[in-house]
């Protein structure tokens, strides 16, 4: 069974920056699926990026150019980093490797 574990959640004012890291228990594929998500309370859970084998990156458009995914595969970690927050980026956010997914790690951003 692999487990992942995100960190890097918590309280921030609007314009603020914050880094999620999820640790995945087993050596990450180049291949597989590899990305965050997020979900707010009323809403279906939506991809926010994906990073992939050559290192490129998919991003939902709400958060292009603000929100960076990267992956260190010698420590089996995805980060995404995440700049110029905004309330509306409030929501519980989920590491997804593979078809497994970790517990989320709330983010919310003050006005």
């Known amino acids: 069974q692999v487990q992942l574990v995100e960190s890097g959640g918590g309280l921030v004012q609007a314009g603020g920056s914050l880094r999620l890291s999820c640790v995945v228990s087993e050596t990450m594929s180049s291949v597989s699926f590899l990305g965050w998500y997020r979900q707010a309370p009323g809403n279906q859970r939506e991809l926010v990026a994906r990073?992939?084998?050559?290192?490129?990156?998919l991003y939902d458009h709400s958060v292009k150019g603000r929100f960076s995914i990267s992956r260190d595969n010698a420590k089996n970690t995805v980060y995404l980093q995440m700049n110029s927050l905004k309330p509306e980026d409030t929501a519980v956010y989920y590491c997804?490797?593979?078809?497994?997914w970790g517990q989320g790690t709330q983010v919310t951003v003050s006005s």
């Open positions: 997804c490797y593979r078809n497994y």
């Open positions: 990073i992939f084998s050559d290192n490129s990156a």
